[in-house]
């Protein structure tokens, strides 16, 4: 039996082995930037090696990546809600 060649590109392991089937793309594309990327780094979270790293380490790394992307997205909304109330005074 021929085994499928890893598609890194398009299909990344690490986005598309969920147990549920669903590629983490699917999901994202429904999201902000911020919070798509926060997803992305929660979903591949002790999936995804890199060379150098030990498997903690990147999941650590990914992890934190994740906070990250959130704490923007919260900066993003905190800043929008003082240029609303800006707005609304003048």
Request: with cysteine; charged share 35%.
């Amino acid at each position: 039996m021929k085994k499928e060649k890893e598609d890194n590109v398009n299909h990344p392991k690490h986005y598309t082995s969920h147990p549920s089937g669903v590629e983490c793309i699917e999901i994202t594309r429904h999201y902000c930037f911020s919070i798509g990327n926060a997803i992305k780094y929660l979903w591949r979270a002790g999936l995804k090696a890199e060379q150098g790293m030990q498997d903690k380490e990147k999941e650590i790394q990914d992890l934190e990546k994740a906070i990250w992307y959130i704490n923007d997205r919260i900066n993003q909304l905190k800043r929008r809600k003082v240029k609303w109330k800006t707005i609304k005074k003048n």
